[in-house]
């Protein structure tokens, strides 16, 4: 079974950070040549340079957009394919978890935000990204996507609502573009150690959660790595189109 991916390139989104960046630096490490989009170029540039620095790793294109304006994320694509040739996977990890707010306390700016950046983005993505792949006889979309977009929890209805609807999106694609080689999954974390995902939540519910689970820790970034390397092998040709849960069964 081949599950290298060697000599791939894989565009990983929200590479700043958190879930993103242990996935760029460890696609990287896998060979990949591995193109990583941030909105902050200096970010960017000190993770291409971290990583060019790890033996073995495949060669680094820092792009910089907002996943949410089409003109920056079209430039971006047009830079990696200008560098390549091709987009054989994209992961796309960009997104925005606010601090949980209840419904009737959401202001609507910020429920308008979290759409644009974790669903208009993955829109803007796929439809950038997608016709590179479809020219170059196909490739695979990793959605990073959530399990509050499958179970509903207090205080998080913007964020819940656009991880869903990205799991429609995800199998939207797979119908309409599996005949032309794209082979799409969403993956969907439990309560996952990252930046975002501390400043959203508190203390005490990262305990709660964290007892929950067998051997007691909540997930990490790392623990997501490998089903993505296999998702973008050659190996994952007969997936397509499902949402993957990354997170131990509880009950």
């Known amino acids: ?64 957009a907002d996943v ?22 994209l992961v796309h990890n960009a997104g925005w978890m606010p601090p949980a707010s209840p419904v009737l306390d959401t202001d609507v700016t910020r429920l308008r935000g979290v759409l644009d950046t974790n ?17 170059g006889g196909g490739g695979r979309i990793v959605y990073i996507s959530s399990m509050i977009g499958v179970q509903a929890n207090q205080g998080l209805a913007a964020y819940g609502a656009s991880k869903a609807g990205l799991n429609i999106l995800n199998n ?19 309560l996952t150690d990252t ?11 990262i305990t709660t959660v964290a007892a929950s689970y067998p051997g007691g820790r909540i997930g990490r970034p790392e623990d997501i790595l ?5 998702l973008c092998s050659d190996a994952a040709q007969h997936i397509s189109g499902t949402l993957i849960p990354v997170r131990p069964v509880t009950g």
């Open 68 to 89: 949410g304006d089409e003109g920056a994320v079209a430039e971006a694509v047009r830079r990696i394919d200008r560098q390549w040739g091709r987009i054989d996977a």
């Open 195 to 205: 930046p975002g995902m501390r400043a959203s939540v508190g203390e005490e519910y």
């Open 226 to 230: 490998a089903l993505t390397v296999f």
């Open 1 to 64: 079974m081949d599950i290298s991916i060697s000599g791939k390139v894989v565009l990983v989104t929200g590479a700043g950070r958190g879930i993103g960046r242990s996935l760029a630096v460890g696609l990287a490490a896998e060979g990949a040549r591995t193109a990583i989009m941030t909105r902050n170029a200096d970010q960017g540039d000190r993770l291409a340079e971290e990583i060019g620095r790890s033996p073995g790793a495949g060669p680094v294109l820092p792009v910089v």
């Open 172 to 190: 939207v694609v797979h119908r309409e573009l599996a005949n032309q080689g794209i082979r799409t999954v969403a993956l969907a974390p439990g």
């Open 119 to 135: 669903l208009v983005g993955s829109f803007l993505l796929t439809k950038h990204v997608a016709p590179v792949m479809i020219r």
